[in-house]
């Protein structure tokens, strides 16, 4: 499993609401039909601020569509004044509890 987490900061919650809107309207759609991307989360943190997980199955699957997608992404970011961090790699640790049926 391979991560990119994106730290974004807004200027306000207003444009940070309406980042979050345009990903659940146009780019969710785009990401399942052009990327290898098995996951997105959008955790809204507060005071403008959001943190995205894209979750690939592998590197190679995330590097197969990351360099296009990250320019659309960071142009995308920059069209609501807002500023990201990116942080990438593969996951060193999982934890998932067992289901009580599976114990």
């Known amino acids: 499993m391979y ?11 207003d ?12 780019w969710f759609d785009k990401l399942d039909k052009e990327t290898l991307s098995q996951e997105q989360i959008m955790v809204k943190t507060g005071e403008g601020k959001i943190v995205g997980w894209g979750i690939y199955k592998s590197k190679e699957d ?3 569509t990351s360099q296009e997608f990250k320019k659309m992404w960071i142009d995308f970011i920059k069209s609501f004044d807002g500023i990201v961090e990116w942080h990438e790699g593969n996951v060193a640790a ?5 289901k009580e049926d599976e114990k």
């Open 94 to 98: 999982h934890y998932i509890r067992e």
């Open 62 to 64: 995330f590097l197969k």
């Open 3 to 13: 991560i990119r987490i994106a730290t974004v900061k807004f200027p306000s919650d």
């Open 15 to 26: 444009k940070a609401d309406a980042f979050i809107a345009m990903m659940k309207t146009v």
